[in-house]
């Protein structure tokens, strides 16, 4: 089992930054590729960003550009570095651990219990 616990999360003005962290214990991180989603307001959970344990990185187009996703295996945790947020990146986000490598939130093998992020114009 592993456990993930996110932080980072709160209100920012438009064209403003957030880092999300998310710190995993149980077992070790290296085996899995880290990925975060959100769900906004009346959507459905949706792919970001992901990283494999070798760091390569994968994101949604959507945020291309202006998130960066990173890992710390030796300290187990991962982290989403956001930039140039938009109110449509309101959303709850969440860190994922998988086996594979997956944009489809339903091949996850564990979650966290996500942070808030709200961007204001």
């Known amino acids: 089992q592993v456990q993930l616990v996110e932080s980072g999360g709160g209100s920012v003005q438009a064209g403003g930054s957030l880092r999300l962290s998310c710190a995993a214990s149980?077992?070790?991180?290296?085996?899995?590729?880290m990925g975060w989603f959100r769900r906004a307001p009346g959507n459905e959970r949706e792919f970001v960003a992901a990283?494999?344990?070798?760091?390569?990185?994968s994101y949604a187009d959507s945020v291309k550009g202006r998130f960066t996703v990173s890992r710390d295996n030796a300290k187990n945790t991962v982290n989403l570095q956001m930039d140039s947020l938009k109110p449509e990146d309101t959303a709850i986000y969440y860190c994922?651990?998988?086996?594979?490598?997956?944009?489809?939130?339903?091949?996850?093998?564990?979650w966290g219990q996500g942070t808030p992020v709200t961007v204001s114009t």
């Open positions: 149980g077992r070790t991180i290296s085996g899995y590729v």
């Open positions: 990283i494999t344990w070798d760091s390569i990185r």
């Open positions: 994922a651990a998988s086996r594979v490598a997956t944009r489809n939130p339903n091949a996850t093998d564990y």
